[in-house]
């Protein structure tokens, strides 16, 4: 299955294994509770998923990387203890906590959950001294005589034989104790992700000709050549760094992320092309509503494949602004919920424990599980408001609760200003966007191959698809009706290959 599929099924897992009957009692008991078994090709996002998984969950993760490890890391170490029996004392081994149940209870205390996933990942390529530990652990749940707590739900991961020497195949006997998923690349799955996550334009503009460059893992006489999802994603932050310290990226730096030398060489030569292009079409310009009779003209003679890199830049841009709108958002509502607390009790000095609490709150969320950058950036921003706010209340003194929470709606009235701002500013480049694209792909009304790209993309971004369902856009309904997207998805990715062929 892809790995859009396993996520759900893994989600589905967890919320069956951590659900309850009337009585408290798990409605699948311990016993019948088989790890989850992930199985794909290096790099393809299966950690990834498990930190989303234990994210929209809301509980705790702790993951683990088994070739990093020891027997006695994962074990514990032998102790010597003595206990009697028929009145005779003997000397047993025992063995003291495993690192990684005491990083479970670690995980408890710092976040405060108590349910959460253990993640173990490579746990087909360990060494041979530990073989039996993993088996165990798959088995009974436990590392020596030290059992997983209740709450947790054991997934796990690995690599099939032939991406890795090191595997060693499981048994009949583990493999009838585990829920193995098997996941395979999928293109079409990671774009969803790529757009919402921001990966570069470039990347996403050169994939969508060349989409049998997504993945590959192959052996050749001159040694292993490949390139994986976590490879573009990688790259993709590298770039984006680069590019705002003012560094190059030339074809070297390229194939040390994508380790396929034609792949690399490919790509390089497009980045070219690409950079060329943003160059010729600002798209600052585009979205600010300006219109230069040279764009236009260029536009008019541009080949198919410009033309897509045209809407891909264009979309990069529009990203960052519905993400910047989302985080202000956020932050707003986090704050709103603060005060909404404060109002209803009523009492001086209120605003500094609501604060407070809103504080461990964030940061323990943060430590339970992965979040996003830009879920990460609005709380930190939320974070900075509620800090500031009280040093101004401390420094103020304010004699009643109604003096303190006038102070606080009065500051609170500068963050909706400045969230309406980010949203206005996020309509408005939907709409110049819209506007550019209608004059150069819908002629007399009729939307081209672009236009269609276009519509599709933002239905399928997450930031773009909430800014649209929250603020409304009339002329993507239009498009949107008229297109019936998902239908034509399939069709516009064939021209554009075929495009790229030419």
């Excluded at 989303?52 to 993760?61: M, W």
């Excluded at 020497?165 to 998923?181: P, Y």
């Excluded at 264009?314 to 956020?330: K, N, Q, V």
């Excluded at 101004?392 to 400045?418: H, I, K, M």
Aim: hydrophobic letters at 40%; proline letters at 3%.
């Amino acid at each position: 299955m892809n790995i859009k599929r396993a996520k759900e099924e893994i989600r589905n897992t967890v919320k069956a294994y951590l659900a309850e009957d009337e009585s408290g009692r798990p409605l699948i008991s311990r016993v019948h509770q088989r790890p989850v078994l992930l199985i794909g090709a290096p790099g393809i996002g299966k950690t990834a998923i498990m930190e989303q998984t234990a994210h929209e969950c809301g509980i705790a993760l702790v993951a683990y990387t088994m070739t990093h490890h020891t027997r006695q890391s994962a074990l514990g170490l032998p102790q010597i203890c003595r206990e009697e029996f028929d009145g005779r004392q003997y000397a047993m081994t025992e063995y003291t906590m495993s690192e990684i149940i005491a990083s479970i209870y670690r995980k408890e205390k710092e976040t405060g959950l108590k349910k959460g996933i253990l993640f173990i990942d490579e746990i087909n390529c360990v060494s041979e001294t530990l073989t039996p530990v993993m088996l165990q652990f798959l088995q009974e749940k436990m590392f020596g005589s030290h059992r997983v707590p209740d709450g947790w739900v054991i997934c796990a991961a690995g690599n099939p034989p032939e991406y890795n020497r090191s595997v060693r195949e499981f048994d009949v006997v583990t493999l009838d104790r585990v829920k193995k998923i098997e996941v395979e690349p999928d293109y079409a799955v990671w774009r969803e992700y790529a757009r919402s996550a921001g990966i570069h334009g470039s990347i996403l503009a050169y994939l969508d000709a060349r989409q049998e460059n997504f993945y590959k893992v192959e052996r050749t006489p001159e040694g292993q050549h490949f390139v994986t999802a976590r490879g573009w994603e990688d790259l993709s932050e590298l770039m984006k760094a680069y590019e705002k310290t003012g560094l190059a990226i030339d074809d070297e730096v390229i194939g040390e992320y994508l380790q396929d030398p034609n792949i690399a060489e490919d790509f390089a030569n497009f980045l070219t092309m690409y950079r060329k292009y943003e160059e010729l079409y600002n798209v600052t310009d585009i979205l600010s509503g300006k219109q230069s009779e040279q764009v236009d003209v260029r536009v008019g003679q541009a080949p198919f494949d410009e033309r897509v890199s045209i809407v891909s830049m264009i979309l990069s841009g529009l990203h960052r602004a519905f993400a910047e709108a989302w985080i202000s958002d956020r932050s707003t509502d986090i704050l709103f919920g603060v005060l909404k607390k404060v109002q209803k009790e009523g009492v001086k000095g209120a605003f500094a424990k609501r604060a407070r609490e809103e504080t461990d709150s964030l940061r323990h969320q943060r430590l339970a599980s992965g979040m996003s950058r830009e879920e990460e950036t609005a709380d930190d921003l939320a974070l900075s408001q509620l800090e500031k706010w009280n040093a101004a209340l401390a420094g103020r003194n304010f004699e009643t609760a109604e003096q303190e929470f006038d102070f606080l709606r009065g500051e609170f009235s500068v963050v909706t200003s400045q969230r309406e701002g980010a949203l206005d500013a996020a309509g408005k480049k939907l709409v110049n966007a819209f506007t550019f694209l209608e004059r150069h792909f819908a002629p007399a009304g009729v939307p081209g191959p672009e236009m269609v790209l276009f519509v599709t993309e933002l239905a399928a971004g997450y930031y773009s698809l909430w800014f649209i369902e929250t603020q409304g856009s009339e002329q993507f309904d239009h498009y949107n009706a008229m297109l019936k997207v998902d239908a034509g998805r399939e069709k516009l990715q064939d021209r554009i290959r075929a495009a790229s062929l030419l």
